[in-house]
């Protein structure tokens, strides 16, 4: 299982933007899918992540209300949508998804995409 982060890039304080995470086989074959980031000096930490089944959600408290999670089946992609972005947001991105194999979760992670947002 392969998943490919993109979107990232440099933006203004207030700014948007879209990451993608394109997994390698169908989004359904992941029990969790979720986005995570690790600024230079700190523990990567939940963004975001999505129950592929029920489609709940659940937000880190410092993105909630800016960030949204969400899917796309018929492109089989999973997004996260960015807005008011401030310079503490200024981190490497990555996707994860969980697959569940009937005993335990198996985690996957994708390369990381960087964020900088910077004036």
């Known amino acids: 299982v392969q998943l490919q982060a993109s979107g990232g890039g440099l933006v203004q304080p207030g700014e948007s933007l879209r990451l993608s995470c394109a997994p390698s086989?169908?989004?359904?074959?992941?029990?969790?899918m979720g986005w995570y980031r690790q600024a230079p000096g700190t523990q990567r930490e939940l963004v975001a992540r999505?129950?592929?089944?029920?489609?709940?959600?659940n937000y880190a408290d410092s993105v909630k209300g800016r960030f949204t999670i969400s899917r796309d089946d018929a492109k089989n992609m999973v997004y996260l949508q960015m807005d008011s972005l401030k310079p503490e947001d200024t981190a490497v991105y990555y996707c994860?998804?969980?697959?569940?194999?009937?005993?335990?979760?198996?985690?996957?992670w994708g390369r990381g995409t960087l964020v900088t947002v910077s004036s």
């Open positions: 086989g169908s989004i359904f074959s992941f029990a969790v």
């Open positions: 999505m129950q592929i089944a029920g489609g709940s959600r």
């Open positions: 994860k998804g969980d697959v569940f194999d009937g005993k335990r979760y198996i985690d996957f």
